[in-house]
Every structure is written in C-alpha cells, then in structure tokens.
C-alpha cells in the first residue's frame, strides 16, 4: 500500500516506486542492525513485525527518554529552548533519520530528495511580506535572523500520510511578524508561497508539471495568531537544510504536515480564504483546515494511529495512537470552537 498524498490517478511509476517498505527495505535495515552490532539478534523478530503495509514495527524497549540537548551551532548560539515545549512527551526523532526522509513534491514524489533539493538556490534569499497589511516588507535572509527573536522548540510532527516524527526546531512565532506586518481589519487569512522555478526543481524524468504550482498553503489569521504557528529557520541545531526547506518554512504542529509550506517567498495577508496546492489537487483529501483528527479517515486510509520513527539505533517504526490536535488541543481547540 503507498500511503502518498497523491491521488491513485497521479501515482506515475517513478512516485509509485516510492512505497516506503522499499525506502525501509529490509536490506537497509538489516545492513543498519549489523552495523548497530545487533543484526544477528533481531532479524528475526523483523521477519515476524514486518506488516502487511511494509512498515517494520518494533516495540519500544522503555518508555520516552527525555530529549538530549539540541547541539546548537553558529548561528543559533545561546539560543533557549523555550520551556512550554521543551518535553513532547516522546524521544526526538534521529536527526539523519528526519534530514533524509521527507517530503518535498518540487523535487520528486519520492521520501529520498534530500540529494536532489541542493539544487535550491538559497543564497540570497527574500521573503515579501504583503497584502491587507500597514507594513509591507520584504525581507532577506539575514533580516529574518535578526529581527525576530530566535528560541528552540521541539514539536510532534504528524504527515498525513500517518507517519509522525518529533523534531527541535528553531525560529520564531507566527504572531511575531503578524505584529510586524500590522494586518489591516479586512485581513483574515493568510498565504505562503514557496518557490518554485520548474528549471531547477523539477529535474529530468520527473514529471508532475502538471500539479498545480507553486506549492502554496494558508491560515486563517487567528491560526496564524495562535502561539503554536511557527517558522521554522532551523533544525537539529543547525540552518535548516534544503531538503526541509530552507531557509524559512511554517510549522502547525496540530495540523497535517502539508499545511507546513516549506521555502517561503511570499506571505500575503487577504480578505478570503487562498486556493492552497494539495486542496486543489484533492478536496476531498485534503481540507484547508487539515487539523490532526484521528476519528476522521482519510479517504485511502485511517489517521487513528501513526508510524513514529525510531527511537534507538536501529531505523524503526513504532505503531502509536494518534491523538486530536496532535496532542495540542490545550493550544488550539478554542479556534474551532470546542
Ligand atoms: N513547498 C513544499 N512544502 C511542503 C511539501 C512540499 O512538497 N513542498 N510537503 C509537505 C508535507 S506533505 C510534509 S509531511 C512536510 C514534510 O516536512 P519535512 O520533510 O521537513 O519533514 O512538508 C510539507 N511542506
Ligand atoms: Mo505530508
């Protein structure tokens, strides 16, 4: 089964050799075992977890350690790891584990783009910030760095596709450019564009041109507003790297995975609601809201568990409940009135 975000009629052959019992493959993983001095022991418990989707499932051997410090590397030095979301209550993701399994459509339907999206031209870099609002801005690089204050969070991540990873991210609340930009009243949703140039994503033989570009995705502004709403400029301590999306990308930590636009060029605050990449492509898949709802199924799957990567050395998946608003509705039932 390929658990994708495309729709079965858009599962050309290359996306369709991405199901992830083939990422995973068992020679991968066996190889990662062995090398882990712990190969001989487990194979056989593999052959009797592997599951009828592919995933390996492995039960923890003890509960959620808490997360080791994030190493922090120029130029995130001294940055604090904010208290409130200091503990999610699982252990971090591995970061090469999250650096190379990620989704990335611009740059192939396949988990593995981490290779191909350093061709993203990242240097220099500018964010336009416009629309309904006082302060129109664009800007670079450096100004992101510096003119908002920069602290770490580590955030539950939950992809529609129904695999989850926990992952340190550093950068700085939505509501901190919301006051920047100063959004007039008729203001009441939001965009993020992230780049796109079909010359430089889009390499040869892959070919879903037709996906209605530039990838973009929105928010209603009292979403934006919540404290969750964050961008993200880094990761594990470091710049973020391109193939997660650098050098600027949102994080909804209650919502799908795809709402998260990675590479922003543009944030534009509007009266009505945006037209947004995956809704175009399958409403019925993919709602503008996409909160994280374990009860409600996705069209080709469940959402009512979830497939967390690792922890430990070995590159694992754990079967876990999913759980409303991703864990977060203490944050963020009070906008979708509950
Ligand atoms: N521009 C852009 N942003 C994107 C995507 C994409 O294909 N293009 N994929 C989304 C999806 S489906 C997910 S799950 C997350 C994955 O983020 P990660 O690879 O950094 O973990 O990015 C989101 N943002
Ligand atoms: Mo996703």
Redesign the pocket.
């Known amino acids: 089964m390929v658990f994708s ?1 495309l729709p079965p009629d858009w599962q050309l052959p290359e996306s369709r050799a991405t199901d992830e019992s083939l990422f995973w493959n068992r020679r991968r993983l066996l190889k990662t075992l062995v090398g882990a001095g712990i190969g001989a022991a487990v194979s056989p418990l593999l052959q009797s977890c592997q599951r009828q989707d592919g995933a390996i499932a492995i039960a923890p051997s003890s509960p959620a350690a808490p997360p080791p410090p994030t190493n922090l590397q120029a130029p995130f030095l001294g940055v604090e790891r904010n208290r409130a979301f200091a503990d999610p209550g699982r252990s971090l993701t591995e970061k090469r584990i ?1 650096n190379s ?6 740059f192939g339907g396949t988990k593995d783009i981490a290779q191909r999206a350093q061709r993203l031209p990242t240097d220099p870099w500018t964010v336009e910030v416009g629309g309904l609002v006082k302060n129109p801005r664009t800007y670079d690089r450096d100004d992101l760095y510096k003119t908002f204050p920069i602290e770490e969070r580590i955030y539950r ?1 939950r ?3 129904a695999w989850a ?1 926990v ?1 340190p991210w550093l950068g700085f609340p939505m509501h901190k450019l919301i006051a920047a930009a100063d959004p007039l009243p008729s203001a009441k949703f939001v965009r993020f564009t ?2 796109y140039d079909k010359d430089v994503t889009m390499g040869p033989g892959w070919s879903l041109g037709r996906l209605p570009w ?2 973009t ?1 929105g928010l209603r502004l009292d979403e934006m507003a919540n404290e969750l709403a964050f961008f993200a400029l880094g ?1 594990y301590g470091e710049p973020l790297p391109k ?3 650098a050098p600027i ?2 994080v909804l930590p209650w919502k ?8 922003i060029v543009k944030v534009e605050f509007l009266d009505n609601q945006p037209a947004t ?2 809704n175009t492509l399958a409403a019925n898949e993919y709602g503008f809201e996409a909160n994280v709802e374990p009860e409600v199924p996705h069209p080709r799957w469940s959402q009512a568990t979830e497939r967390l990567m690792g922890p430990g050395p070995a590159i694992a998946w754990q079967r876990v409940p999913t759980l409303p608003y991703n864990g977060y509705g203490d944050y963020v039932a009070g906008l979708y009135g509950v």
């Open positions: 975000h999250a399994y990620n989704n990335f459509y611009e991540f992809c529609v596709e990873m992952v992230s780049y530039p990838y995705e990761v193939q997660h999306g990308r949102a799908y995975g795809f709402k998260g636009a990675k590479s990449f995956w």
